[in-house]
């Protein structure tokens, strides 16, 4: 797994909320969460390929 931090981001996202009942917030930050990692993934991706070509 590549990006095993995520995970746990992801967990934090989800269970932190519901912790206090907040069932929305959760399912909110969640959606709203998706296309923000999916950009820094990418981004991340592409510096460590940049990164491990020198």
């Known amino acids: 797994m590549r990006h095993p931090n995520y995970v ?9 909320p519901l912790v206090h ?4 917030t959760a ?3 969640t959606l709203l969460n998706i296309p923000l990692l999916a950009v820094r993934i990418r981004a991340e991706e ?3 390929d940049t990164a491990l070509a020198k």
Do not use: C, K, R, S
């Open 21 to 24: 009942t907040a069932w929305v």
């Open 8 to 16: 746990a981001v992801i967990a934090e996202g989800i269970a932190l």
């Open 27 to 29: 399912a909110v930050f």
């Open 46 to 48: 592409a510096a460590l």
